[in-house]
């Protein structure tokens, strides 16, 4: 049994560490990482400082008819793709504000179990107020399958941004000191629309925030990029940026 446990952890490890960028032709975040964990159904741009993914990036699917894996029986837990100083682990969120959000969820996969699993690894998880995380930000990841369905697919990336004016002082929970991000971000891609190519952004103060008051916070892939300093879609041709990503479009 023991070794059977080993050659899994190590075939999860070898799964991590494989390039998977010819899956995502849109590119990668241009933000630096300190890793880049490659999963089934998506890919983690991660850091050993914050112990926090900084960007997740999926291609999500209109939703089949295929059973929904129950969540029951999920629970968090390391990535041994990552070594034990750089990790975080899930009591580090005990007796604070913060829940354990995950950057891509589990009900954008949850008709694979080996994805699913994927989505509770602690590098999926970022500190998120318990509000915004039961609130608002799931009517955000809600509205992501939405768009998923009436266009058949769309790219999505989720991060976290950290834009104090004074770096040290960041906030940070646990043993293990992780990070705790001051916004939250999704940029949409929808590459076949009846109307050509769109996109859709959000930048979320990480608060207490009610989902009727999440369309404050829309905005375009343009400012969300000028804000982070990054390009979000770096692989996309530069003439279908300019046309497209200055664009604020409602959800």
């Known amino acids: 049994m023991f070794k059977s446990i080993v050659s899994l952890l190590s075939l999860m490890t070898l799964l991590s560490a494989q390039d998977c960028s010819e899956f995502y032709p849109e590119g990668f975040p241009t933000q630096d990482v300190d890793k880049v964990i490659c999963k089934k159904a998506f890919v983690i741009g991660y850091s050993f400082d914050t112990k926090t993914p900084l960007w997740a990036v999926e291609h999500l699917n209109k939703q089949t008819e295929m059973k929904k894996i129950p969540l029951e029986g999920f629970r968090y837990r390391r990535d041994y793709a990552l070594s034990r100083k750089h ?8 007796y604070t504000n913060q829940d354990r959000s995950q950057l891509v969820p589990f009900e954008d996969v949850n008709t694979d179990h080996f994805s ?7 590098s999926n998880i970022a500190p998120q107020d318990t509000k915004l995380n039961r609130h608002g930000w799931i009517y955000l990841e809600r509205g ?7 266009y ?11 834009l104090h004016e004074d770096k040290a002082n960041i ?24 109307d050509g190519p769109k996109m859709w952004a959000w930048l979320v103060p990480n608060e207490a925030i009610d989902y009727k008051k999440m369309k404050n916070y829309r905005t375009s892939v343009d400012v969300l990029e000028q804000k982070l300093n990054i390009d979000l879609f770096p692989e996309l041709k530069e003439s279908l940026q300019a046309r ?8």
């Open 87 to 94: 990790r975080s682990t899930s009591s580090d969120y005990a």
């Open 116 to 122: 699913s699993s994927d989505t509770f690894l602690m």
């Open 144 to 150: 992501m399958r939405e768009l998923a369905d009436v």
């Open 152 to 162: 058949d697919e769309v790219i999505v990336v989720t991060g976290v941004a950290f």
């Open 171 to 194: 906030k940070r929970i646990g043993t293990h000191k992780v990070a705790v991000p001051t916004h939250y971000y999704k940029a949409v891609y929808a590459p076949n629309t009846i």
């Open 244 to 251: 497209i990503e200055s664009k604020i479009i409602p959800l």
